[in-house]
């Protein structure tokens, strides 16, 4: 997890763009992407709470909130990145290279299913991390969870789609109903049914 002084003694300082995360590869060849804020570090603290401290792991999971968390997803980039590309259109036929044919499929657009393991691993890890953290972690599912029942009541497959554009927006390229979207939020469920068993 990174945090100020960490950055005076990185090997790259110049490409920090946030802190309190968990890297998501390193040593990759292209050194930048050692640097994003992603989200597939929640996939791990929701199998694997305590492979942190609790206070590091509920402090990478607070940068995941603000910066990443959607209204239904879980951004796959930063949205300060500077490769952050948010909006999917696999019908862009322009020359850019960074969107056409839906090459920012992974550089921002909000995808659901990581959202079910974000919910799991705050959960989780706030009951480790304390008793205001764990009331915090419940009311942030409950307020999640509350858009995703909102937005099955609206849909006409009674779904939850793949992913969403920035902020939320509609993508007409995505699935409107996908299988993993529902199971890792129904995965969240569950826990929080044995938690209060």
């Not at 199998?47 to 990443?68: F, I, M, Y």
């Not at 764990?134 to 599912?141: D, E, L, N, P, Q």
Request: net charge negative.
């Amino acid at each position: 997890i990174g945090s100020k002084s960490g950055v005076e003694v990185d090997k790259n300082p110049g490409l920090v763009n946030k802190t309190m995360l968990f890297k998501d590869s390193l040593n990759s060849g292209n050194t930048f992407t050692d640097y994003q804020l992603r989200p597939n570090y929640a996939i791990t603290l929701a199998v694997a709470p305590d492979l942190s401290s609790p206070s590091h792991a509920w402090a990478a999971l607070q940068t995941l909130q603000s910066s990443l968390l959607g209204p239904l997803g879980l951004a796959t980039l930063d949205p300060t990145d500077w490769a952050y590309r948010g909006d999917y259109d696999n019908s862009n036929q322009s020359t850019d290279s960074t969107l056409a044919h839906g090459a920012n499929y992974h550089q921002g657009p909000e995808w659901v299913w990581p959202v079910g393991f974000f919910l799991r691993a705050l959960l989780k890890v706030g009951k480790l991390a304390g008793e205001d953290e764990y009331k915090t972690a419940v009311s942030v599912a409950g307020c999640v969870l509350a858009r995703h029942y909102s937005h099955l009541h609206q849909s006409p497959w009674l779904g939850l789609p793949e992913l969403t554009n920035s902020k939320g927006a509609f993508c007409r390229d995505s699935n409107p109903i996908q299988a993993w979207s529902m199971a890792t939020l129904l995965d969240t469920l569950y826990d929080i049914h044995r938690e209060a068993a």
